[in-house]
């Protein structure tokens, strides 16, 4: 049973009974499409730049955007789902690292600047020791 359409960049629509976002990729259900079929219409990554989502009278309530990686069909009984995930940023995707490491790097260098003064105070604490101990033997 269709509950809604949704209308792809090139002004085509099809009858769905689902499109949402899940787990970070677009999800969509097709009842009256064959695998084939759905593959072919979701092969052209321009032409998911946008997908305008529509009730039954063609009236647009929202849309998803930059969803333009094909992932595959999946069947499950009479319904086929298309899944669609975001083309990944490269730069993004290198921002993201090096801040990553750089965070990494400022722990480590807290952790060493710890571990500096610790080991700066037991060797303050055993020059203490040293002295008690050269004092006590009266030298």
């Given at each position: 049973m269709n509950t809604s359409k949704i209308r792809l960049v090139n002004?085509?629509?099809?009858?769905?009974?689902r499109a949402e976002v899940t787990h970070g990729r677009l999800?969509?259900?097709f009842e009256e499409k064959s695998c084939e079929e759905i593959q072919k219409i979701f092969l052209?990554?321009?032409n998911l730049e946008t997908?305008?989502?529509?009730n039954l009278d063609d009236e647009k309530y929202g849309e998803?955007?930059?969803y333009t990686v094909y992932s595959g069909v999946t069947l499950v009984g009479e319904i086929?789902?298309?899944?669609?995930?975001q083309k990944t940023d490269p730069?993004?995707?290198?921002?993201?690292?090096v801040?990553?490491?750089a965070l990494e790097a400022t722990i480590l260098a807290q952790n060493a600047k710890t571990e500096t003064t610790d080991i700066a105070q037991q060797v303050t604490d055993l020059q203490l020791a040293m002295c008690e101990m050269y004092e006590g033997m009266g030298v």
């Open positions: 002004g085509d629509t099809y009858p769905v009974t999800e969509i259900d052209v990554q321009d997908i305008e989502l529509l998803i955007v930059r086929k789902t298309v899944i669609l995930s730069v993004q995707e290198r921002l993201t690292s801040e990553a490491k």
